[in-house]
Nanobody, 117 residues
């Protein structure tokens, strides 16, 4: 059974940092990614990491502030978030896909990140 379990969300002041973790189980994934959804908005892509961890992509809104990394031995992906802004407030979801051309079929339950001004 495939599971993605996020942790590490919370409340932080603007300019602060948080580190999210997502532990995957049940299978190995080609790509592990983070998405987020703010109240009243559509879910949006944040960052993704390929199998080697060297292949990473970021949304323009988080480039230079967020870093995605993965530990394949632990089947875990991380999102280091620095210089947080109030507009980063959202529920953050871990997502996974089996191959680079597949859809993101696997999702975690989400973790709340709140950035106060």
């Amino acid at each position: 059974q495939v599971q993605l379990v996020e942790s590490g969300g919370g409340l932080v002041q603007a300019g602060g940092s948080l580190r999210l973790s997502c532990a995957a189980s049940g299978r190995v994934f080609s790509t592990l990614a983070w998405f987020r959804q703010a109240p009243g908005k559509k879910r949006e892509f944040v960052a993704a990491a390929g199998w080697t961890g060297d292949s990473t992509t970021y949304a323009d809104s988080v480039k230079g502030r967020f870093t995605i990394s993965r530990d394949n031995a632990k089947n875990t992906v991380y999102l280091q978030m620095n210089s947080l802004k109030p507009e980063d407030t959202a529920v953050y979801y871990c997502a996974a896909r089996a191959t680079v051309i597949a859809m993101y079929d696997y999702w975690g339950q989400g973790t709340q990140v709140t950035v106060s001004s």
